[in-house]
Nanobody
């Protein structure tokens, strides 16, 4: 079992920045890839960024150059630095931890609201 707790969401003006954190507890040694997903009102959940246990990263095209994902394995924490935020970035952001291809865990989400 893995527990994930997100923090760092909030209200920010367009062009501003936020840093999200996701702290894992439990069987953290089993975690491989971690990622951030988001779900905007009326839309499906989408992958924003991922980072593997060795630091390889993936970004959705919509956030490339603006968001940076990182991971501190010593603190069992993953981060998402979000710069140049746009109103379209408004969503609930979820942390995900994958143990295997079929076993993963989710946090409860943190709301990011970007005002125009």
């Amino acid at each position: 079992q893995v527990q994930l707790v997100e923090s760092g969401g909030g209200l920010v003006q367009a062009g501003g920045s936020l840093r999200l954190s996701c702290t894992a507890s439990g069987s953290v040694f089993s975690i491989n890839t971690m990622g951030w997903y988001r779900q905007a009102p009326g839309k499906e959940r989408e992958l924003v960024a991922q980072i593997t246990s060795v630091g390889s990263t993936y970004y959705a095209d919509s956030v490339k150059g603006r968001f940076t994902i990182s991971r501190d394995n010593a603190k069992n924490t993953m981060y998402l630095q979000m710069n140049s935020l746009k109103p379209d970035d408004t969503a609930v952001y979820y942390c995900n931890a994958k143990l295997t291809r079929t076993v993963d865990y989710w946090g409860k989400g943190t709301l990011v609201t970007v005002s125009s």
